[in-house]
Nanobody
Framework: VQLQASGGGLVQAGDSLRLSCAASVRAFSPTLSSYSIGWFRQAPGKEREFVASIDWSTGYTVSVMGRFTISRDNARKMVYLQMKNLKPEDTAFYYC????????????????WGQGTLVTVSS
């Protein structure tokens, strides 16, 4: 599976933004529904961190609970990350990733990555 993240931009604190992750799957390959999807982010000078994940359920890191919502549309081969009440500390490159394993918060469990999309939140 190949992934392409988009939707980043410059916003002000308190604003909302929706990131999209478009998946392309080769013919005769497992469909998107067989993958667990995660969103990760990496701020300048910091390590990549888990943000949210989805398979048949969803999971979030504590700092985004109640503000971010991950969702997927397998028919459209899309995964979304709706972000509300953005804070300056949310500024980072955001990456979507896929794994055939059970959903995980560890980036090392994901074998497929899209390029990052930059989210910048000004105060």
């Amino acid at each position: 599976v190949q992934l392409q993240a988009s939707g980043g931009g410059l916003v002000q604190a308190g604003d909302s933004l929706r990131l999209s992750c478009a998946a392309s799957v080769r013919a005769f390959s497992p469909t998107l529904s067989s993958y667990s999807i995660g969103w990760f982010r990496q701020a300048p000078g910091k390590e990549r961190e888990f943000v949210a994940s989805i398979d048949w359920s969803t999971g979030y890191t504590v700092s985004v609970m109640g503000r971010f919502t991950i969702s997927r549309d397998n028919a459209r081969k899309m995964v979304y990350l709706q972000m509300k009440n953005l804070k300056p500390e949310d500024t980072a490159f955001y990456y979507c990733a896929a794994t055939r394993r059970t959903v995980s918060s560890s980036s090392s469990d994901y074998g497929y990555w899209g390029q990052g999309t930059l989210v910048t939140v000004s105060s």
